[in-house]
Structures are given as structure tokens and as C-alpha cells.
């Protein structure tokens, strides 16, 4: 079985499209989504569609809990409850019910996924070091191999060990083989902020065990040009270029 794993698009309708082309040739059986398909991007409804003609299989982020009343935008910086308002006022009453609907995690065989952490999903937690990692494998099933998360836009791979609960895998462009349980996170589609401007998103082989996360040049220029003429804030505009 192969997965394909998207998160955080983030209303990026460029970065959707090159990203659900780029896994046409992968031959992926299970497309998952991980929450956070719109705020800060300036095509929440039309990435809705992809997604809900893509795949059954998606969760809820922060940004489509706020984006329908769901959470508080005192807990998102100046920017963001910027950008979250404007996609309240333009989401279409179809895309604010599919939103609403969406649960909290996904559970397939030996997969788990979450858009922050399995610990506490509904508190959306930042998880950026293996410090913070470590706990978060007591929190599901041993038998669950691997669990994906999304949330902090930054690619990364966590190990569980006996010795110190959990270590970084490092990443590079070939696949990981993982033997230990781990936790996964997919990086960001739409809104990268780990230095590297081009939409990341993973595909995990179950018969050979291999994680790999990978990456795809955009029309980033075509977004950020919609975002200009849309009002919405510069700084988000800008920080694609940057993937920052
Ligand atoms: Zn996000």
C-alpha cells in the first residue's frame, strides 16, 4: 500500500496542483490530508475542491477550525487572524460545512496522522525537538508503525529509542527505511518554512517500509500576485519566496 501525505496548503492553489500532479506518477493508493487546507492563501474554496475530489481521507488543522468560528483568532498572531478573516468572509456555505465536519485524526492499519500532535490534538502543539517528541509515542498504540503530523510547515523525521525516548532522523533526498516507530512530519505544501520555498509532501511504501519526503517547484509568483491583489497581508506574500 502506498500513502500519499499532503498538509498545511494552505489556500495555495499552484502549490495544490503541482503537488497532486507530481503524485500521479507515484501510484499512490491512500491520499491523506492533514489539515490546514485554507487560511493565509488566497484560493481557500477552490483547494477545498482538490482536495475533497481528491481524497475521503482528511483531518482539521487550526486554520479550518478558525476559519469557521471553531477557535479563537486571539491565539494567532497579527497576520494570521488577518488572513483567517478574510477566508471566513469568502468561504462558500459548502466549503464552511466541510470544514466543520472534518474529525480530529486518521487511523489506518498501522498508520496514525494528526495535524499537531496525537497527545493532544484539540490543543495543537508545536513538535520541534526530539524533547518535545519523545513523550508524544506513549500517546498511541504500540502496533501503530508510524504517525504523521503537520503544523510546524517544517519537514522532519523522529525515531522512537529505549535510550533517550526519541532521536532526529536525518533527511536527504533518498527514501527512509524506518525499523522503529516513528513520527512524521510532512512538511507543508503551501507555506514551507524550512528554508526551501518548494511544496513538500511524503509518500510512505508499507510493503517497503519507506518514508520519503519529497519536494516540487511551484508558480509561487502566480500566488503571491493573487495575494497582492487580494488585500492580504505583504509579510505572507513575501515569506513563500522565502519559504520562511
Ligand atoms: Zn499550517
Redesign the pocket.
Known amino acids: 500500500m502506498r500513502y500519499g501525505i499532503l498538509s ?1 496548503v ?1 489556500g495555495n492553489l499552484e502549490a495544490l496542483d503541482a503537488t497532486i500532479e507530481a503524485l500521479t506518477s507515484d501510484r499512490i493508493d491512500v491520499f491523506v490530508c492533514l489539515g ?1 487546507i485554507v ?1 493565509y492563501g488566497p484560493d481557500p474554496n477552490e483547494c477545498l475542491e482538490r482536495i475533497w475530489s481528491l481524497t475521503s481521507e482528511v483531518i482539521a ?3 479550518d477550525h478558525a476559519a469557521v468560528g471553531r477557535l479563537d483568532l486571539a491565539t494567532f498572531n497579527h497576520n494570521a487572524a488577518e488572513a483567517a478573516l478574510w477566508t471566513m468572509q469568502r468561504l462558500t456555505r459548502t466549503g464552511r460545512h466541510y470544514l466543520s465536519e472534518l474529525p480530529l485524526t486518521f487511523r489506518h492499519g498501522e498508520v496514525l496522522a494528526v495535524h499537531a500532535a496525537p497527545s493532544h490534538p484539540e490543543r495543537w502543539p508545536y513538535l520541534l525537538s526530539p524533547e518535545q517528541v519523545a513523550s508524544e509515542f506513549r500517546s498511541f498504540p504500540e502496533d501503530t508503525r508510524v504517525c504523521f503530523v ?2 510546524t ?1 517544517t519537514p522532519a523525521f523522529f525515531e522512537h529509542t529505549h535510550e533517550t525516548g526519541c532521536r532526529r532522523v536525518r533527511l536527504s533526498d533518498r527514501p527512509v527505511r524506518f525499523e522503529r516507530r516513528c513520527i512524521v512530519n510532512a512538511g ?1 505544501v503551501g ?1 514551507p518554512r524550512d528554508g526551501d520555498p518548494r511544496a513538500a509532501y511524503v509518500v510512505y511504501d508499507t510493503d517497503t517500509g519507506e518514508i520519503e519526503i519529497k519536494r516540487v517547484c511551484y508558480d509561487l509568483q502566480t500566488t503571491q500576485k493573487k495575494m497582492r491583489r487580494a488585500g492580504l497581508p505583504e509579510m505572507l506574500a513575501a515569506r513563500l519566496g522565502q519559504g520562511r
Open positions: 498545511d494552505h490546514d487560511g488543522g487550526n486554520h503537520g503544523h510547515h507543508s507555506q
